[in-house]
C-alpha cells in the first residue's frame, strides 16, 4: 500500500523566512497530490491540488511543487507570518483513487 | 465555513456502549468520506459513500459502520466502544465519485470512559 512520510513533525521559523515542507510517498504513482491547512481542533482545510503533469503551482504566497521521479512534494509559504502557524497535511488519493490518504502533518511555528 | 455540518461536536460515553455521530454534506456534493484522528495515528481514512453506495472501505473496525440516506446525509456507528475509539471523527464531502478537494466538518470528539 502507498506510503507517506512529511519530513519533520515540526518547524520552528522566524516571521518573513520562508517555509518549506516536504512531502514523500513510495509504492505508486498518484494522479494528484494535494495540501491542508488543520488549526487544532479544526477539520483540515483545501489549500492546494497539484496533478501529475504539473510541475509548480502558486496561490499567493503558497507555491507547491510535484516531482513525480523523486516521488516528492515540496509546499512552500513565503513571507510567513505568526497567522501560518498551524499543521499541514499532505494528502494523495488511494490507488483506486477513491479516497485521499493523508501524511501525519508538520507543524509549523512562526514566531514574530 | 466548509458546508459540512457534524454532530454532536462532543460525545462523552461509557465503554461497551454505542454512539451515532451525523454529517451533512455541503449541498450538491455526492461522496461522504469518514476518518479519525488519535494523536499517534494521524488521519485516518474509514469509509466512503457515494450517492448512498459503499465505494471504498478504509481501516473501518467491524465493531463500526456507516450509511449514507437518501437525502446524502450520512451516520457513522461505532459500538463495543473501548478507550482506544477516543478520537477526533471528521466527516468530509466532495463533488464527485473521486476524491479531488474535499471539504472537512469540524469534526465530533469522541471520549470513552
Known amino acids: 500500500s502507498q506510503k507517506i512520510e512529511q519530513n519533520s513533525e515540526a518547524l520552528n521559523i522566524q516571521e518573513g523566512k520562508t517555509a518549506t515542507l516536504t512531502c514523500n510517498y513510495t509504492?505508486?504513482?498518484?494522479?494528484?497530490l494535494q495540501w491542508y491547512r488543520q488549526d487544532p481542533g479544526r477539520g483540515p482545510v483545501f489549500l492546494l491540488l497539484?496533478?501529475?503533469?504539473?510541475k509548480e503551482k502558486r496561490k499567493e504566497r503558497l507555491k507547491v511543487t510535484f516531482d513525480t521521479t523523486l516521488k516528492q512534494s515540496l509546499f512552500h509559504i513565503t513571507a510567513s507570518q505568526p497567522a501560518d502557524s498551524a499543521t499541514y497535511l499532505c494528502a494523495l488519493p488511494n490507488q483506486a483513487g477513491t479516497a485521499l490518504i493523508f501524511g501525519k502533518g508538520t507543524t509549523l511555528s512562526v514566531s514574530s | 465555513d466548509s458546508g459540512v455540518t457534524q454532530t454532536p461536536k462532543h460525545l462523552i460515553t461509557a465503554t461497551g456502549q454505542r454512539v451515532t455521530l451525523r454529517c451533512s454534506p455541503r449541498s450538491g456534493d455526492l461522496s461522504v468520506y469518514w476518518y479519525q484522528q488519535s494523536l499517534d495515528q494521524g488521519l485516518q481514512f474509514l469509509i466512503q459513500y457515494y450517492n448512498g453506495e459503499e465505494r471504498a472501505k478504509g481501516n473501518i473496525l467491524e465493531r463500526f459502520s456507516a450509511q449514507q440516506f437518501p437525502d446524502l446525509h450520512s451516520e457513522l456507528n461505532l459500538s463495543s466502544l473501548e478507550l482506544g475509539d477516543s478520537a477526533l471523527y471528521f466527516c468530509?464531502?466532495?463533488?464527485?465519485?473521486?476524491?479531488?478537494?474535499?471539504?472537512f466538518g469540524q469534526g465530533t470528539r469522541l471520549t470513552v470512559v
Open positions: 497539484i496533478r501529475e503533469n504539473e
Open positions: 468530509a464531502s466532495s463533488a464527485g465519485r473521486t476524491n479531488t478537494e474535499a471539504f
Open positions: 509504492n505508486y504513482s498518484p494522479a494528484y
